[in-house]
C-alpha cells in the first residue's frame, strides 16, 4: 500500500467516527414551548430578596468589545465588583431588577430556530469569543443568591410592539424578545428592561462632595501649570511653574465676599497685588463657583496607584510605572514641588473649606469628554409632546443644559460603561482628597468666673487693730446696755439698805415700849 492509499484510509476513517459521535451525541429534549406559554420562566427565583448578586454582559457594536457589569453584596455591603468595589447604593435597586423576573411569564413563542437569534437581538454576547462585526448581540443577565447559586440566567433581546394575540399583556407595551442561554427558542416577553442598566451612575451615591453653599466659608485657587524642565543631570524632570494664587472667604452676615490675599508669580516669585478702587470681586461669579460645587456628579470612578502615599507624595522610580502613566493621560502629574514628587494635575487646583472643619481638595485634570445629550434631549421632547405641554419642555431643557455645564466626573472614564451623562455637557478627570483643619471651627468663648470677697485679715502681733465702724458701735451699744443694768443693780442694793434701817429703828422704839 503506497503513501496515498494511507492517506485516504486515514481520512474515510477520521470521517467514520466523526459521523458516529454525531449519531450517538446526546440530544437534549425538546422545549414544548407551546407548554410555556403563561408560565413562569425562572420558578426558582420566588422572592427578590434572594438576589445577593448580579452580572450583566452587553457588546458594543461600534467597538466589537464585551464587557462586563457586575454589582454584589459582600460582607453584608453592596458593592461593584467590576469597578473595583465601589460602594454601591443598591439594595432597593437590586431587589427592584430581581423583582422584574420574579413570575416572569411566557407571552408567546416566536422562533425555535437558532438562525433568527441575530434578528430578534437575542444573540449570546461571550468574553471568550471574537465577536467582531456581530450583529443582533443582546443583554445576558445572571441572578444568583448568597452562594452563588443561579437563579435566573436570561438573554434581553430587542423591544417587540404589542399585537392583540398578547392576552398576559394587559395594557402596558414594554414587551421583549427574550431567550434562555443554551436554547434555541426565543420566547416574547412583558418587562421592564431598564431595571438591567450597566450605567455606573445608577449605582451609586452620584453627589461628589454632598455640601451645602452655605456652608462654604473660604476658597483658595492654585492656578499653576506643569512644564518639563532639565536638571543639571541632563535628566528631564516635569516641575511646578505657579502663576496666581487666589485666597477668598465669605462672610455670612453681610453676605459678601472677601479678597483676603492675591498673589502673582513672575520668575516663580510671588508678588502680592492690592485691588485698586475701582476694582471689586465679581460676586455673581464667585456665588455659581459655590452652587458648581455643589453640583459635581460622579459618572464613573478609578482607584489612585498603591505608589502614591496618603498625602499624593511618590518616590521618582514610581513615575514610569503602569498606573502613573495612566493617570498622566487623564491630567495628573507627578511633579517636583519642595524637592520632592508630589502629584500635581494641569489645570491647577482648588481648596474649599467648610463651616464644620472639612477641607476639599480638587485638583482638575483632562477633559474627559463632551456629552451633547441629544438622547435626552429627544425622550424630553417626546415626554412633552404626549403631555401637551411644549413649553414646560423648553424650560426644562434648558436647566437641564445650564446644569450639565456645571456637571465634573470624578475620575470619569471614556472607556468603561455606557454613556452616563445624561443631560449632556462637560465631563472632567479630577481626583478629591479631604482633610480636617480644626481652625477653621470657631473657638468658644468663655465666661469670666464671678470675684470672690476676700475675708477680712486678722490683727498682726504686737500691734491693736482698730475697730470698724460696725464694729464700735455695737461696742458702744454693748457698754450702754451693760451700764443700765449696773445702775440698776445698785439703786436696788440703796434701798435694801434703807429697809433693813427703817426695819431696824422701829425694833429699837419697840423694845424701849415694853421697858
Known sequence: MNETSKTISFVMTAVAVLFLAWVIRPVPPPVQTDALVGKSLFPALDDPLKAKRMRIVTF???????????????????????????????????????ASLVDLKVLAAVSNDARDHALYGVVEPKSSEDQFGQKGVGKLVTIEDENSKPLARIIIGKEDKPTHSDEFAGSQTQLRF????????????????????????????????????????????????????????????????????????????????????????????????????????????????????????????????????????????????????????????PAMVHNQFQLVSNDGEAIVSMKDGVQYVLRFGEVAGIDSGAEADKKKTADAKSDGKKDEKGKKSETAGEKSEASIADEA???????????????????????????????????????????????????????????????????????????????????????????????????????
Do not use: C
Open 60 to 98: 458594543d457594536e461600534g467597538t466589537s468589545q464585551v464587557r462586563d457589569f457586575e454589582v454584589a453584596q459582600v460582607n453584608g455591603a453592596w458593592s461593584l465588583p467590576s469597578h473595583k468595589n465601589y460602594p454601591a447604593d443598591a439594595k432597593d435597586q437590586m431587589a427592584s431588577a430581581a
Open 413 to 515: 472614564d471614556k472607556s468603561g460603561g455606557e454613556k452616563s451623562s445624561k443631560t449632556g455637557g462637560l465631563s472632567r478627570y479630577i481626583m478629591v482628597m479631604a482633610q480636617f483643619n480644626p481652625d477653621l471651627i470657631p473657638k468658644p468663648v468663655l465666661q469670666p468666673l464671678p470675684e470672690i470677697k476676700k475675708a477680712p485679715e486678722k490683727a498682726t502681733t504686737g500691734k491693736t487693730a482698730e475697730p470698724t465702724k460696725t464694729e464700735g458701735a455695737k461696742a458702744a451699744s454693748a457698754d450702754k446696755k451693760g451700764d443700765g443694768k449696773s445702775d440698776a443693780k445698785s439703786e436696788d442694793k440703796k434701798d435694801d439698805k434703807k429697809d433693813a434701817k427703817k426695819d431696824d429703828s422701829k425694833s429699837g422704839a419697840a423694845a424701849k415700849d415694853e421697858n
Open 178 to 333: 427574550v431567550r434562555i442561554p443554551g436554547q434555541d427558542q426565543v420566547y416574547r416577553v412583558q418587562m421592564n428592561a431598564d431595571k438591567f442598566s450597566t450605567n455606573f451612575a445608577d449605582w451609586i451615591e452620584t453627589d461628589l462632595l454632598k455640601l451645602s453653599p452655605w456652608d462654604v466659608t473660604d476658597i483658595k485657587l492654585h492656578d499653576y501649570s506643569v512644564a518639563d524642565k532639565l536638571t543639571p543631570t541632563g535628566e528631564v524632570t516635569p516641575v511646578m511653574m505657579p502663576r496666581a494664587d487666589i485666597d477668598l472667604s465669605f462672610d455670612d452676615k453681610s453676605n459678601k465676599w472677601n479678597l483676603k490675599q492675591l498673589e502673582e508669580y513672575k520668575d516663580s516669585k510671588p508678588k502680592e497685588v492690592k485691588l485698586t478702587d475701582a476694582e471689586e470681586l465679581n460676586t455673581t461669579k464667585l456665588n455659581d463657583l459655590k452652587t458648581a460645587l455643589s453640583n459635581l456628579k460622579i459618572i464613573d470612578v478609578a482607584r489612585k496607584p498603591p505608589q502614591l502615599s496618603a498625602d499624593l507624595k511618590t518616590e521618582k522610580g514610581a513615575i514610569r510605572d503602569e498606573g502613573m502613566e495612566d493617570l498622566m493621560r487623564r491630567g495628573f502629574l
